[in-house]
C-alpha cells in the first residue's frame, strides 16, 4: 500500500469537489490517503476529509495561507512533505495547482503530470492519462527518476461517491518562516458569482450566432434555470462581447462537463479541442453543416432566437423553477 | 535591461494529429509549425518593455530540434526581437529538463531581469516549463498574467484564477512572467521586419553540453491514442417545441445529463 497525499483546496468552508474526487479515488485505490489542507479554516476540514477517506489530515492552519501565495505555499508544501514523504501527491488541476507544483516539482527534483483525466496506481508508479495537442490525442504520462510522483487532475472526471471513511487524525505543522518577495496585495472577485467553467457540470457557451453582445442574457437565463455557467467562443471573445475569461477552446479554457449546450458556434477545431471531452453535447445551430454537428450528441438545426426561450421556458416548468 | 523570451514551436491549431503506428508519438508528416499562441504574446509584452526602457535587448529563446525551431525564433526576430538563441536537442524532452536546459542557457547568458514566457504550450498542455525556469534560477515568478505595471524593480500584475477573479501580485525583478490571453494583441511580422531578421544573429547550445542528463528526464509519455469516435449526432424532429420537448426528453431519460 502506497501513501498518496492530496492537496485539498477549499472555498466558503467547503472542500472542493475537485479535492473530494482525488481523495475518492485514492481511497478508492486502496492508498494510505493524508490530506493537507492550508489556512485558517483548515482544522474544521478535517472531518469532511475524513468522510472522503483521509486517514490523517495535515494542516498548516495559518492565516497568511488563506489567499494564495506561491512562495508561502511552496514553503508550507516542501516542510509537510519533507516530513511525510509520500510516494504519491495528487492536486487539482486549478489554477492554484497549476502555479504551485511544477515549481515544487523542480524544488523536489521529481517530474510533474498536469491535467490528468484518469489514473492508474500500479504498485509504486502512477500512471496517468493526460489529453495533449488540446484534446485533439491522449497520451499515458510515467514518471522516471522521481522520487515522488506529482498528479494534477482535471475537475469533474469520477462521479462522487460514498467511501470507506479514514480515521482524518489531524497532524499540525507550523508555516516555516520565509523572506517574501512576492505579495498578493488583493483578490479581485469577478463579475459572476458561478462555478469557473473548469469545474462546471453545465456549461452553455455562445458564438457569433448570437449576432450580438446584448443576445447573452438569452444565455443567461438559460443558465440561470439549470445552474449552469456560460462560455464563449474566440469570435465574440475577440469581439469583445464577453472577457476572455470565458474562451473556450484551444487558446482559452479546456472544459469537461456533464452537459455541454452550443448555440450558435460553428465549431472550429480550436473550439472543438476545448470541450470534446464534454460527456453530452447539444447543438442549436441553423447551419445543418456546421462542423459542431459532428461533435454533437443531440443537434437541433434551427434558430436559436427562436429555440432558446422555449428551451429555458420549457426547462423552468419542468425543473419547477 | 536584458529582457529574455521562451517560445516554443507546436503544431498550427489547424492541425489534423495523426499517431504513430507504434504509438510513440504523432505522425509529423505534413505538420505546419508555428510558434506558441501564448508565446506570441510573450513576444509582443517584451517589445512593449523595451520600448519603455530604450537601450534594452530582447533574447528570445527555445529548446528543440534546430532544423525547426529556429523558425520559431525568425518569427519572433522579425515581430522584433534582437537576437535569437537555440538550444538544440530532442523533440521530446519532457517539462522539466526543458526547463532546466533553458534555465542554463539563459544562466550562460547571464543578466536576465525579466523572463517573459507563455501560460501552456497547446501540445503538450503542461503549464510547467515556467514555475520550473524560474524555480531553477531562483527567481520570483507569476503565471496566467492578463495584466502588468513596471515601475523601477517593482512589477504588478493580475493574474487570472477561477471564476473570472484575478489575483494582483507584486513582485521584484529578476523575475519571470507568464502570459495569457489579454494581456495584449501582438503584431504580426512586418515584410521589413521578415527582411531584418534574417539578418539577426541565432546562437546555439546543445542540451547535452549544458549538462542535462537522462536523470533530468522525470516523465516520459507513451501509448498515444486518439479520441474514441462519437456516434452520429441524433437531429431532433418537428417545429421548434417539439424540438425543445423532445430535447429535454432526451436529456433526462437517455443521456440522464440532468
Ligand atoms: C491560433 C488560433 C486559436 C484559436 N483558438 C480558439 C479558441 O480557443 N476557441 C474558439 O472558440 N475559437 C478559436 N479560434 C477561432 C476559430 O477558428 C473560429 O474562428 C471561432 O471559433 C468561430 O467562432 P464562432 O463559432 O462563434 O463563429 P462562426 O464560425 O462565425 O459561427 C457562427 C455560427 O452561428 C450560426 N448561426 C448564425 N445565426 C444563427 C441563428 N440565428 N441561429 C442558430 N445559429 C446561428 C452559424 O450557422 C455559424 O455556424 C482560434 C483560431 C486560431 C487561428
Ligand atoms: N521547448 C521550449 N522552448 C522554449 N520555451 C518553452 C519550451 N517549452 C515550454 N516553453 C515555455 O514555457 C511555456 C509553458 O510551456 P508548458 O509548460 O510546456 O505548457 C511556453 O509558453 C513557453 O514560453
Known sequence: ?321 | MKIFVCIKQVPDTEAKIKIKSDGSGIDPAGIKWVMNPYDEIAVEEAIKLRDLNPGSQINVITAGPKERAVEALRTALAMGADEGIVVHGPDNLDAYSTAKALAEAIKKEGDAQVIFTGKLSIDTNQASVSQMIAEFLGISHATVVSKLQFAGDTVTVERDIEGGAKEKIQLKTPCLIAANKGLNMPRYASLPGIMKAKKKVIKEYEVAALGITDADRKVSYSQYSLPADKPPVKLLQGDASAQVSELIHLLRDEAKAL
Not at chain 1, 160 to 172: H, K
Not at chain 1, 181 to 188: G, Y
Not at chain 1, 208 to 221: I, P, Y
Open chain 1, 1 to 321: 500500500m502506497a501513501t498518496t497525499l492530496v492537496f485539498v483546496e477549499h472555498q466558503d468552508g467547503q472542500i472542493k469537489r475537485s479535492s473530494q474526487e482525488l481523495l475518492q479515488i485514492a481511497t478508492k485505490n486502496n492508498q494510505k490517503t493524508l490530506a493537507v489542507v492550508f489556512g485558517s479554516q483548515a482544522k474544521a476540514l478535517a472531518p469532511a476529509c475524513a468522510q472522503n477517506g483521509a486517514q490523517e489530515v495535515h494542516v498548516v492552519a495559518d492565516a497568511k495561507l488563506d489567499n494564495y501565495n506561491s512562495e508561502l505555499f511552496l514553503a508550507a508544501l516542501s516542510a509537510v512533505l519533507e516530513k511525510i514523504k509520500p510516494q504519491f501527491v495528487l492536486a487539482s488541476s486549478s489554477s492554484t495547482g497549476r502555479d504551485l507544483f511544477p515549481r515544487l516539482g523542480a524544488r523536489l527534483g521529481t517530474g510533474v503530470v498536469s491535467d490528468a483525466i484518469e489514473l492508474n496506481f500500479d504498485g509504486a508508479n502512477l500512471k496517468a492519462k493526460k489529453p495533449v495537442y488540446a484534446g485533439k490525442a491522449f497520451a499515458i504520462a510515467e514518471f522516471k527518476n522521481s522520487s515522488m510522483q506529482i498528479v494534477l487532475m482535471r475537475a469533474n472526471q469520477i462521479p462522487l461517491s460514498s467511501v470507506t471513511a479514514g480515521a482524518g487524525q489531524v497532524v499540525e505543522h507550523a508555516l516555516p518562516a520565509i523572506d517574501l518577495k512576492t505579495i498578493v496585495q488583493e483578490v479581485v472577485k469577478g463579475a459572476s458569482k458561478k462555478m469557473d467553467l473548469t469545474e462546471a457540470n453545465i456549461v452553455i457557451s455562445g458564438g457569433r450566432g448570437l449576432k450580438e453582445a446584448g443576445n447573452f442574457k438569452l444565455l443567461n437565463e438559460l443558465a440561470d434555470v439549470l445552474g449552469a455557467t456560460v462560455g464563449a467562443s474566440r469570435a465574440v471573445v475577440d469581439a469583445g462581447w464577453v472577457g476572455h475569461d470565458m474562451q473556450v477552446g484551444q487558446t482559452g479554457k479546456t472544459v469537461a462537463p456533464t452537459l455541454y449546450i452550443a448555440v450558435g458556434v460553428s465549431g472550429a477545431i480550436q473550439h472543438l479541442a476545448g470541450m470534446s471531452g464534454s460527456k453530452v453535447i447539444v447543438a442549436i445551430n441553423n447551419d445543418a453543416n456546421a462542423p459542431i454537428f459532428q461533435k454533437a450528441t443531440y443537434g437541433i438545426v434551427g434558430d436559436l432566437f427562436e429555440i432558446l426561450p422555449k428551451l429555458t421556458e420549457e426547462f423552468r416548468k419542468v425543473l419547477g423553477k
